[in-house]
């Protein structure tokens, strides 16, 4: 059918032409096409897939489609850079009405998901039917699939118990043929869910982590030390070698931060509203918040400026929870989120002071 081809290659044809692209950019050959014109191309590659994806969605609907189609479709247009949330949803509906998901194997269940969280876009009907087919065909999953399933849920803060509990002892037994950053993943992704499996976390996880300390990258590092961060909030006693700590942390607490206009213009109040405040405070955890603030009874409190980024769907990403949890716990200091979209309902000082100091107030803090 003409809208499943014009879908299946705007997809593909994006995904092509911007690894060129990247090819391009990374090669140390020098480059025929001047900077500012690849940077134009790449954009017409994102514009006529998105124009595309549009027409398809007017041809006709998605009963053509078989698992592996819509699997492609979304994993291509995630790669691509292109969430498109329309195509997304129409794709989420139609697969979350389907009767039944036998035809969906582990891998197209593992690339759907992972494609919906890289895309940022959260459907929860399509997410509670993949993982519910999921834990039914537990066993049949790959290392790579379980750590791209479980790091999905993770990021879109979709936590299906059933889903943790059913896969951890299989990734116990697999745990030799798990890569450094299927370990990373799958350790972060437990971390944000807070399902405890001293069955799967134990010394043997460790000695696989040691194993591969010299192969994680930066981002890899900095999961395991929210993964070290979890361990001590459930008191374990797991911990992993010294030196990888030492590197875990360091990649954690490394990370670059920069100062935006909202942040600016929260702190900017809340000095205006008389109150003593901190910016950038670095905790022992590791984590850095906007602004520790000292309010009238003598309590600091962590405001975070939580912008777009933060969440999906207006609803707080994994990574938000998982900081939030974890200052409230490891630090004992209470977070005091500020969401972007309330901020922006407010039109001047008058009501984003009264907004601050109710955030602030006992009773307020969320």
């Avoid at 799967?200 to 993964?227: C, I, M, P, R």
Wanted: glycine share 6%; hydrophobic share 40%.
């Amino acid at each position: 059918p003409q809208g499943r081809r014009i879908l299946s290659c705007s997809g593909r044809l994006a995904v092509t032409l911007l690894d060129w692209t990247a090819w391009i950019r990374s090669s140390h050959r020098s480059c025929p096409i001047p900077p500012g014109r690849l940077l134009r191309l790449e954009c017409r590659i994102l514009s006529c897939s998105r124009r595309l994806a549009i027409m398809s969605l007017d041809c006709d609907s998605l009963d053509s489609f078989n698992s592996q189609n819509l699997s492609n479709t979304v994993w291509a247009f995630a790669t691509a850079g292109e969430s498109h949330p329309e195509l997304f949803n129409k794709i989420g509906n139609h697969i979350a009405g389907l009767a039944s998901l036998g035809s969906f194997n582990p891998q197209n269940l593992s690339i759907t998901v992972w494609a919906y969280a890289t895309a940022r876009v959260f459907h929860s009907r399509l997410f509670e039917k993949l993982t519910t087919e999921a834990v039914a065909k537990k066993d049949h999953f790959d290392e790579q699939g379980v750590s791209n399933l479980l790091w999905a849920c993770a990021t879109v803060d979709y936590i299906d118990e059933r889903l943790f509990s059913a896969l951890a002892p299989m990734i116990g037994l697999k745990l030799d043929k798990c890569n450094e950053q299927e370990l990373a993943n799958i350790a972060w992704a437990y971390s944000v869910a807070n399902t405890p499996r001293q069955d799967l976390f134990n010394e043997g996880y460790v000695s696989a982590l040691a194993s591969n300390e010299k192969d994680f990258s930066a981002e890899g590092l900095a999961q395991l030390h929210q993964w070290q961060l979890w361990q001590q909030e459930l008191k374990s006693g797991i911990e992993l070698p010294q030196s990888l700590q030492a590197k875990c942390r360091n990649a954690f607490t490394s990370h670059g931060f920069s100062e935006s206009k909202f942040q600016n213009d929260v702190v900017y109040e809340l000095k205006a509203a008389g109150l003593d405040l901190d910016e950038e405070a670095l905790f022992g955890s590791g984590y850095r918040i906007d602004a520790l603030v000292k309010v009238g009874d003598g309590r600091k409190v962590a405001v975070e400026v939580d912008g777009p980024s933060h969440f999906i769907d207006r609803r707080p990403a994994g990574s938000t929870t998982l900081k939030h949890r974890q200052v409230a716990r490891l630090d004992r200091i209470q977070v005091v989120p500020v969401p972007y979209w309330e901020w922006d309902n407010l039109k001047n000082s008058e009501m984003k002071q009264h907004y601050l100091h109710l955030k602030l107030s006992d009773g307020q803090i969320t």
